[in-house]
């Protein structure tokens, strides 16, 4: 659904646009639909986007925007994203509303992950 002012698309860069597919395929089930050999789309994702043949990344560190998952089962999905080839970038930490986590997928783009607080 368009709605008028609200974010529609993202785009980000990857190099390796094959890696990125199986990356996001195993770790959150993601599929996608090819546009030629340098693009790739997503969709039902929360938001829908897709991935540009680049030998750039998306890093907070850069001045980028960061996107933000939601999970259930954090420790789970921390542990699904490391064997679907995602790199730790921060380990899980407390944060004012909830725990997260950073990763970068095999394209060095950074993402995080949210979820409420430990039930103590």
Do not use: Q
């Not at 089930?29 to 897709?50: I, K, Q």
């Not at 043949?53 to 925007?65: E, H, I, M, N, P």
């Amino acid at each position: 659904m368009n709605i008028h002012g609200k974010i529609n698309y993202i785009e980000l860069p990857a190099a390796d646009i094959e890696s990125v597919k199986s990356f996001f395929t195993k770790a959150f089930g993601w599929s996608f639909t090819d546009y030629g050999p340098d693009y790739t789309a997503f969709s039902n994702e929360g938001v829908d986007g897709g991935f540009y043949r680049a030998d750039l990344s998306s890093r907070t560190v850069s001045g980028s925007a960061l996107v933000v998952f939601y999970s259930e089962t954090l420790e789970e999905t921390r542990n699904t994203v490391v064997l679907s080839g995602g790199t730790i970038l921060k380990e899980i930490y407390d944060f004012p509303g909830g725990r997260r986590f950073h990763f970068a997928d095999p394209n060095g783009n950074e993402f995080a992950v949210w979820s409420e607080p430990a039930e103590k």
